[in-house]
């Protein structure tokens, strides 16, 4: 884990050494790696491994992935520009097959497997929450799942290893990125497009609002943060969430996101230290940061 925290290096990739006149690619591969830190982490909160669980995580090379999209998916040409997708069902069967593109950073490509994880276990849960498309509330649902799976595993692997993944460095970048996102709350909440940043906004309001989750609002109050634990209890209610009622508990959550902004602000500014250094998770994704 601290070697991922610390690292800019590829998960698959080469180097080239050059000696003399001749060339020596050697492939480097850290799949083995990261594989190893998420099944420790994805064990660590749910008490068992994604293949328990029905599915199968699968890091690949990039023409490796882009030939993966052009079998699976000819009419969506823009995922190769993604950085995993969650999910394929093989015709050889043996459950749910996630994929990920392994030409990014340690910490991004572990990441990734955490949020396209928190898909496949909506897929395997609950699968009639996949009937709705992107632009719409249950989309967003679904982006809120997998942020919150995805940060509950960070979390617990940062509580296992002493590493810090919640505190952010007081950086004015930072500040601005969460203005941002703020500004976005008070302006374009109810633009369908925007699934990623609702679902970020509806795990808020999901914790200050939900009844069933009044005790982690207090915490979330208290803390500033919520527990592993906690995070993911919120991401099992609302995977556990029927299909037909999830378009409904959206929009009764987003009614009077204006009441809120204070709490927001307020939450995500007792994270910031001028002591904390720019490493780790927050180079390379900053919207985990966002989770309550």
């Known amino acids: 884990m601290d070697f991922i925290f610390q690292a800019s290096k590829l998960v698959l ?3 080239i050494t050059v000696y003399g006149e001749s060339q ?3 492939d480097l591969s850290y799949v083995n790696e990261v594989l190893e830190v998420f099944d420790m982490g994805y064990y660590l909160l749910t008490g068992k491994t994604p293949q328990e669980e029905g599915w199968i995580p699968r890091i690949l090379t ?3 992935f882009e030939a993966v999209v052009d079998e699976c998916c000819p009419s969506r040409p823009e995922l190769k520009r993604a950085l995993g997708f969650c999910c394929l069902l093989p015709e050889s069967g043996g459950g749910l097959e996630l994929i990920v593109r392994g030409n990014e950073s340690l910490p991004l490509v572990l990441l990734t497997l955490a949020h396209e994880s928190g898909h496949a276990r909506q897929r395997v ?6 009937a709705a498309g992107l632009a719409t509330n249950t989309g967003a649902i679904r982006e809120a799942e997998a ?3 995805e940060v509950a595993l960070v979390r617990i692997l940062g509580e296992a290893t002493g590493l810090n993944v919640s505190r952010l460095p007081d950086r004015q970048e930072i500040r601005s990125f969460i203005d941002d996102w703020i500004a976005y709350t008070r302006e374009d909440v109810y633009d369908l497009s925007e699934e990623h940043n609702r679902g970020l906004l509806l795990l808020w309001m999901a914790v200050l609002k939900d009844p069933t989750l009044e005790a982690l609002g207090r915490e979330l109050r208290t803390n500033s943060i919520l527990s592993p634990q906690s995070l993911f209890l919120v991401h099992q209610r609302l995977v556990k969430l029927p299909a037909g009622l999830v378009e409904d508990y959206a929009a009764a959550l987003l009614v009077d996101v204006r009441d809120y902004h204070n709490t927001l602000t307020s939450t995500l500014s007792k994270r910031l230290s001028r002591s904390i250094p720019f490493e780790g998770f927050i180079k390379y994704d900053r919207r985990p940061a966002l989770v309550p």
Do not use: M, S, W
């Open 125 to 130: 849960l609950n699968p009639e929450q996949r």
């Open 13 to 15: 990739g080469d180097t």
């Open 147 to 149: 942020f919150a799976f």
């Open 24 to 26: 020596e690619v050697i």
């Open 62 to 64: 990039q023409p490796e």
